[in-house]
């Protein structure tokens, strides 16, 4: 779909308006949002999936997700990597309940968004935070196997009362070879990207996550090349 030379932890926000940096994000926003217009559904999910572990890959999730609020897009940013979640603190948000609650919950509610969802400094962007998550592993793959679907289907339903506008859901996904989580998660979003870092990521290891994102059902719908 397009390169995109970026830094570790580096946000939009931190650039000028005529950046390469800022430029590059910005159209890789419009590109995505051409494909949602073709959807009819005005609540759109999207994630970004990573071959294997890399320093850099929430940052790409994250400036969608900038990028998407600057165009008056109404966004929120879900932290579902529960093993090393991180998105909380570049936003300077205080820890508090997250997807870890919701997936937990017997019944969600509107409250439990109202409770659960952080408003940041971004206009137009909130993030669900990953929550208290002090369990195992296998417990995590689990717990988002059994409820991510349905956090995601309220969380679109949320929108569709609270929004009159279309708006944006960004999953922000673990690697692809650290556990089942990230094909868990490609399953149930309308599109997928798979990230390939250049001078990173080998040819196997893309390979790979392409059969695991088929073997998913995933609609993927590009590949997007990072320059870190």
């Given at each position: 779909?397009?390169?995109?030379a970026?830094?570790?932890?580096?946000?939009?926000?931190?650039?000028?308006?005529?950046?390469?940096?800022?430029?590059?994000?910005?159209n890789?926003?419009?590109?995505?949002?051409?494909?949602?217009?073709?959807?009819?559904?005005?609540?759109?999910?999207i994630?970004?999936?990573?071959?294997?572990?890399?320093?850099s890959?929430?940052?790409?999730a994250?400036?969608?997700?900038?990028?998407?609020a600057?165009?008056d897009?109404?966004?929120v940013?879900?932290?579902?990597d529960?093993?090393?979640?991180?998105?909380?603190?570049?936003?300077?948000?205080?820890?508090q309940q997250?997807l870890?609650e919701?997936?937990?919950e017997?019944e969600?509610?509107?409250?439990?968004f109202?409770q659960?969802?952080?408003?940041?400094f971004?206009?137009?962007?909130?993030?669900?935070?990953?929550?208290?998550?002090?369990?195992?592993?296998?417990?995590?793959?689990?717990?988002l196997?059994?409820?991510?679907?349905?956090?995601?289907?309220?969380?679109?339903?949320?929108?569709?009362?609270?929004?009159?506008?279309?708006?944006?859901?960004?999953?922000?996904?673990?690697?692809?070879?650290?556990?089942?989580d990230?094909s868990?998660i490609?399953?149930?979003?309308?599109?997928?990207?798979?990230?390939?870092?250049?001078?990173?990521?080998?040819?196997?290891?893309?390979?790979?996550?392409?059969?695991?994102?088929?073997?998913?059902?995933?609609?993927?719908?590009g590949?997007?090349?990072?320059?870190?």
């Amino acid at each position: 779909m397009g390169t995109i030379a970026h830094e570790q932890v580096a946000l939009l926000t931190d650039y000028d308006t005529t950046s390469p940096y800022t430029i590059a994000y910005q159209n890789l926003f419009t590109n995505i949002r051409f494909d949602w217009d073709q959807d009819k559904r005005k609540q759109h999910i999207i994630t970004f999936v990573t071959p294997a572990e890399y320093s850099s890959r929430a940052t790409t999730a994250t400036n969608v997700a900038i990028a998407a609020a600057q165009n008056d897009v109404p966004t929120v940013l879900v932290d579902a990597d529960l093993h090393t979640p991180g998105l909380q603190k570049r936003f300077g948000i205080q820890e508090q309940q997250g997807l870890s609650e919701l997936l937990r919950e017997d019944e969600i509610t509107p409250q439990s968004f109202t409770q659960s969802l952080s408003k940041t400094f971004i206009p137009n962007l909130s993030l669900l935070s990953a929550g208290s998550t002090p369990y195992r592993p296998l417990e995590i793959s689990r717990l988002l196997a059994a409820g991510l679907p349905n956090v995601i289907e309220e969380l679109r339903q949320y929108l569709a009362t609270n929004e009159s506008r279309p708006s944006l859901i960004i999953l922000h996904s673990p690697p692809m070879s650290r556990s089942a989580d990230a094909s868990v998660i490609s399953s149930i979003v309308d599109q997928t990207f798979l990230l390939v870092i250049i001078g990173q990521t080998k040819r196997t290891q893309a390979l790979k996550a392409q059969k695991q994102l088929e073997r998913a059902h995933a609609k993927s719908v590009g590949v997007i090349i990072l320059d870190v």
